[in-house]
Nanobody
């Protein structure tokens, strides 16, 4: 499975942005899809996951971010709202056939990352 992330960019604080992650195979519909983020010099941080209709969010983004998917487009989304300067970083999508959880080391496939910059 190859993942292509997109949608990052520059947004003002309080604004919204939607990230997309498109998979190369339709079998991804049964995979756990996740979003993670990583700032320079820091560890990769869990953001959200989705498997079937089950979602799970990091406490830091709960109520602010929403993960969803469009199986017809082989795409998972991360809708981000009320963005803050501390949300500035590179966001990565990931996929796992069997694992369901927040441990980034358990994910088999990764997108290339998309940069989100929130200006204050």
């Amino acid at each position: 499975v190859q993942l292509q992330a997109s949608g990052g960019g520059l947004v003002q604080a309080g604004g919204s942005l939607r990230l997309s992650c498109t998979a190369s195979q339709r079998t991804f519909v049964s995979y756990t899809m996740g979003w993670f983020r990583q700032a320079p010099g820091k560890e990769r941080e869990f953001v959200a996951i989705l498997r079937w209709s089950i979602t799970y969010y990091a406490d830091s983004v709960k109520g602010q971010f929403t993960i969803s998917r469009d199986n017809a487009k082989n795409t998972v989304y991360l809708q981000m709202s009320s963005l803050k300067s501390e949300d500035t970083t590179v966001y990565y999508c990931a996929a796992s056939r069997d694992y369901v959880g927040s441990d980034n080391g358990q994910y088999d496939y990764w997108g290339q990352g998309t940069l989100v910059t929130v200006s204050s």
